[in-house]
């Protein structure tokens, strides 16, 4: 039975009010945006088989698509946003993502698109959203850190491997004032800097102290000092293998809570940290007892044990759950943001320490977050 108009308004009411469109409605049942159309202008009826699905991906009563009887809406209230399979191909998850741009135009077009994700061919891209032309895992790695830029709510996790869900929640921006640092003393040397924390950028003043003169008037009246470690963290797979023991200067930074402050070197875990950026560590309570309560996808320092006495060997790299079920209590995969580099084994036994990366500081305001 082809639904008349008072139906099939209602019906188009229902997806625009939860922002979702044909093409997401088309790559997630699998057909053509054609037949979605032709469903949703009246040109053609459900059957039970389509039915069915949208009844259970949309929370809509099979019933009512069928024959226009009864309530809209089932029993059970409908998601606020489509649900995604995650066992969508990588093309149709990247048309999803398409979607979603073009929505909250934060792209304009196809080649828009092709550019943000470093994409040199457009036409390419078209078989891509369209399908024609698989989309393999090596791609779909190398776009991740682009639309992570652009769509910071969007899950690095369902977009790579389809798993979760497509939209994240952020935190809430906290409120920030303007050069939190102004109230320091004037002790040490003042210092322009940029923070990013909590998914914010901020300017602020800070002070760096260098001497004991400073150092013992700043603590005397209650400034929190964080020591800065002239050892640097290194991307990569071969990581830095020194002891964190000579203090450079210590840092006077307000509203940011860590124990130490360390620069970076190499590109690795660009554009998020690059090269020269300091960043700000924590303490991460880790316990290698219980090696899956660990926020996988986290940015981490991780120290790493060496054999025949060597310092550990120090990174800085997101931690993700391993795929194989049978090394997962005991190794952990260790992810670049900056995707020209390859993931490696850390194994849980050789973690001395873990720190949470806090904040991430600028001497020069060329910040991107």
């Not at 809430?172 to 004037?186: I, Q, R, T, Y």
């Amino acid at each position: 039975m082809v639904m008349d108009e008072e139906k099939i308004s209602a019906l188009c009411d229902y997806f625009k009010d939860r922002g979702i469109t044909q093409s997401m409605i088309a790559n997630t049942m699998g057909v053509s945006k054609a037949y979605v159309n032709a469903l949703l202008n009246g040109k053609k009826a459900f059957g039970k088989g389509q039915a069915k699905k949208w009844g259970d991906l949309y929370g809509l009563s099979p019933s009512w698509l069928l024959t226009g009887d009864g309530a809209m809406i089932k029993d059970t209230p409908a998601p606020a946003s489509a649900p995604v399979p995650a066992c969508i191909s990588n093309n149709q998850r990247l048309a999803l993502i398409y979607e979603a741009l073009k929505k909250s135009q934060k792209v304009r077009n196809q080649s828009h698109f092709a550019s943000l994700v470093g994409e040199k061919s457009r036409g390419n891209l078209s078989n891509y959203l369209s399908g024609s032309k698989p989309l393999g895992d090596d791609l779909v790695k190398r776009y991740v850190v682009s639309l992570s830029e652009a769509m910071p709510e969007l899950s690095l996790d369902w977009l790579s491997t389809g798993e979760g869900d497509m939209i994240r929640a952020l935190p809430a921006p906290a409120h920030v004032e303007d050069n939190p640092g102004a109230s320091l003393p004037d002790i040490g040397r003042r210092t322009d800097v940029w923070v990013g924390k909590d998914d914010r950028v901020y300017w602020t003043e800070a002070i760096q102290v260098g001497d004991e003169e400073d150092y013992q008037r700043a603590t005397q009246e209650g400034v929190k000092l964080i020591p800065e470690f002239a050892e640097a963290f290194r991307g990569g797979t071969t990581g830095e293998a020194e002891e964190l023991r000579t203090v450079d200067t210590y840092w006077g930074l307000p509203d940011v809570d860590g124990n130490m402050v360390v620069p970076i070197r190499g590109d690795s875990m660009a554009p998020r940290y690059p090269a020269g950026c300091r960043v700000v560590l924590k303490p991460y309570p880790f316990n290698p007892r219980r090696p899956l309560l660990l926020p996988f996808g986290e940015v981490f320092a991780v120290a790493v044990r060496q054999e025949d006495g060597y310092p550990p060997t120090h990174y800085l790299k997101k931690l993700h759950r391993h795929p194989d079920k049978a090394k997962e209590r005991t190794t952990y995969i260790a992810r670049s943001i900056n995707p020209d580099y390859d993931d490696f084994e850390v194994s849980v036994s050789d973690i001395c320490h873990l720190s949470a990366v806090v904040a991430r500081i600028e001497v020069e305001p060329l910040f991107s977050f």
